[in-house]
């Protein structure tokens, strides 16, 4: 099977839509000998910021010296990225090979369940590559909500919950704490547990892990942390202190204020690893925390004028960075190049960005067979701006409005962000193209 032959056929498994539910992938990973049975490590579920945490945790216990698997979604340029072995993504060829483990294994239970969706072929994938690679921890972060979520086959030993909002509502509930007990059902039987989750989310959390009894440490009570003025450094630095450790003057290698709250769930997280048996140095996590760097995030792809991304695509996301991007849209004249999908609460997130000042604003749609149409944006916008059929296009036209003097920010959905960062030529070379486009 070639590379693009194992991408058409999760192009394909992508026709069956998002199905809730573990028996699936119970089913198929049974039929691959439970390789996620044999891994140890941290599950990470979350509305926003579970990706940062995973990365962050990955870097640390990495420069502890262990072989970690890093098993993340979606992509942004390439399938590969999912599944990261020793930091790097999987080969063209261990993906495909991959690919074809699952599929024999599926047509051994495809009559029993059904066929396994997009997201649960992806999901064995990802625990199959960690196990026969040999990774000593995996990190995997959850796709959508928690208690029916594909990724919750597994129990590594450490579950983290970044933080609950509204988002996915249909799938998981019109309410915080809805939502919050969607997302906390990761944590199980004596599992060491952290939380970064707000006032309206942390009773449902603690709720459940006092049930199952797991030891729950809490962002603001057993996790504290501490911003540091950069002194015009124009890193972030903090200070953060759980009931194990206390580390000051820790640089982040991401940027945007809301890594914070992150960096502080993450330095948990490796305390909880030590209670896992896998001690993580207080040197560990400062080099890891001021290495890691996760895509797409508050990032400067450079270029002239330059382009600025982030992959936030959902309302708490977007007031999460709405003093960082005050900050970013005061230096230049910017304009925003926005596409959201329809399954997302796009309204809402045009209505926070209103309040920045932006020279010009460009709506455009990614690929994604989910992504709204720009014209619907620009009725909700209710104010000037362009559109443009193709995110490609629409980068070009923002450019092009920027000027020299200018730049552009480019957020409202991942798959908008992955194309710009293709069209630019930045990140892994994008995937050759597929008969159609997956939906999820």
Known sequence: MTYRDALASLAASSQRGMRLGLASTRALCAAL???QER???VLVAGTNGKGSVAAMVA???ASAGYRVALLTKPHLTSYRERIRLGGDPISELGFSQLVDQVLAASSRVDAAVGGPTHHELLTAMGFLAARDWGAQLTVCEVGLGGRLDATNIWDGGVAVVTSVGLDHQAQLGDTIPAIAAEKAAIIKPGDL???GVGAEALPVVRERAHSVGARLWQLGDQVRVEEIPDGGRGRLR???ATERRSL???????AGQFQLSNAGVAVAVADCLGDLGFPIPDAAIREGLASVRWAGRMESLGGAPPVFVDAAHNPPAVAAILEDLRVLVR???TVLLFGSMGDHDHRSMLELLAALDFAAVVLTQSRSTRAVAPGQLLREWGRPAE?????ELGLERARQLAGSQGQVLALGSIYLVGEVMAALGVGLAPDPEVPFQPQW
């Open 33 to 35: 000998d439970n390789p």
């Open 39 to 41: 891994l140890r490590g």
């Open 59 to 61: 870097q640390v216990a």
């Open 193 to 195: 547990a952290v939380s």
């Open 238 to 240: 903090l200070n953060v």
């Open 248 to 254: 000051t003057l820790l640089t982040l290698g991401v």
């Open 331 to 333: 230096r230049h004249p």
């Open 387 to 391: 559109v443009v059929a193709t995110s």
